[in-house]
């Protein structure tokens, strides 16, 4: 049984910096794709970032390109999201993915695997 569990998230000035980490345990992480979303408050969970089993791919919305990057650790078996720049409307509970294929995707339908959540909030 695959389990994911995020930290890192927490309260933030905007224009600052926070490092969320998901640790994924129960056997399949260096063999999947891995990916971040995020639900604010009233609104639908929106794509965030995603990653290729070996790390070679990643993808990434629109809002959050060049501010936020995805990395992992197949070592460790832990993927994370840099999110630097942040803004207000970066608020939300981000959660972790997996899919248990090579290649990312930008589809929550796409991932078997989801974590608890973890809540970012960017003041202004």
């Known amino acids: 049984q695959v389990q994911l569990v995020e930290s890192g998230g927490g309260l933030v000035q905007a224009g600052g910096s926070l490092r969320l980490s998901c640790v994924a345990s129960g056997g399949t992480f260096s063999r999947s794709a891995l990916g971040w979303f995020r639900q604010a408050p009233g609104k639908e969970r929106e794509f965030v970032a995603a990653?290729?089993?070996?790390?070679?791919?990643?993808t990434y919305a629109d809002s959050v390109k060049g501010r936020f990057t995805i990395s992992r650790d197949n070592v460790k078996n832990t993927v994370y999201l840099q999110m630097n720049s942040l803004k207000p409307e970066d608020t939300a509970v981000y959660y972790c993915a997996l899919r248990p294929y090579t290649s990312a995707a930008d589809v929550a339908a796409m991932y078997d695997h989801w974590g608890q959540g973890t809540q970012v909030t960017v003041s202004s």
């Open positions: 990653i290729s089993r070996a790390g070679v791919s990643t």
